[in-house]
């Protein structure tokens, strides 16, 4: 079965600082995964995907993440947050060919303080 | 190009009644899947459709059905409101390419509100 664990219910990074978003994802194939962003009254966006490329992919916004099969991770990074990236983030996996249903995180919150 | 688009933007029910929500795909998209998003959780899949068959189904009862159309359009029929279905119901179109780009791409969302 698939599953995918975000760590952090809610992360407050200052304006200008290191963005972390932690996800850990279980399946019994080979996964791909998404980060997609959510916007107050907005529909989802996605972010960035893996699909058994590059580990390290990078999406839109400077946000990366990399695939690291041995940790079963796939962390969303930013070297810099901005005052516009507060917003919930949802790691998403599934099957890794096709389309298949997405199986959702809980979402982070994310904060930037000016 | 008009993305992924959903009506109504919200709508009011009472428990018993029964409700239809609509979706169009992006231009191009063959895929429509339906997820419900309660209020601080991530989406739930509910159901996929592909060439006008329900291809995938999540933990839902058969309460919640759904069609979709040879334009690729679709919609979500929930009969016997509870208010537990209060949530917000999102659709999400994809393409089909083999073992290509399947990425789906999501609508607005529409806001269910069961009294």
């Known amino acids: 079965a698939q599953s995918v664990t975000q760590l952090d219910s809610h992360v407050s990074v200052s304006e200008g600082t290191p963005v972390l978003l932690r996800c850990n994802y279980s399946?019994?194939?080979?996964?791909?995964l998404f980060w997609y962003v959510q916007h107050p009254n907005k529909g989802l966006q996605l972010l960035l995907k893996y699909t058994s490329a590059a580990t390290l992919v990078k999406g839109i916004n400077g946000f990366e993440a990399e695939f690291k099969k041995s940790e079963t991770s796939f962390h969303l990074t930013k070297p810099s947050a901005h005052m516009s990236d507060a917003a919930e983030y949802f790691c998403v996996v599934t099957l890794g060919s096709g389309t298949y249903k997405y199986i959702f995180g809980t979402g982070t919150r994310l904060k930037v303080l000016a | 190009d008009a993305g992924v688009t959903q009506s109504p933007t919200h709508l009011i029910k009472t428990r018993g009644q029964q409700v239809t929500l609509r979706c169009s795909p992006k231009s191009g998209h063959d895929t429509v899947s339906w997820y419900q998003q309660a209020l601080g959780q991530g989406p739930q899949f509910i159901f996929q459709?592909?060439?006008?068959?329900?291809?995938q189904r999540g933990n839902f009862p058969d309460r919640f059905s759904g069609h979709q159309f040879p334009n690729y359009s679709s919609e979500l029929n929930v009969n016997a409101l509870l208010l537990g279905d209060s949530a917000l119901y999102l659709c999400a179109s994809s393409q089909v390419l083999g073992q290509g780009s399947y990425e789906q791409y999501f609508g607005p969302g529409t806001r269910l509100t069961v009294t």
């Open positions: 459709y592909y060439e006008e068959e329900e291809r």
């Open positions: 399946s019994s194939y080979s996964p791909s």
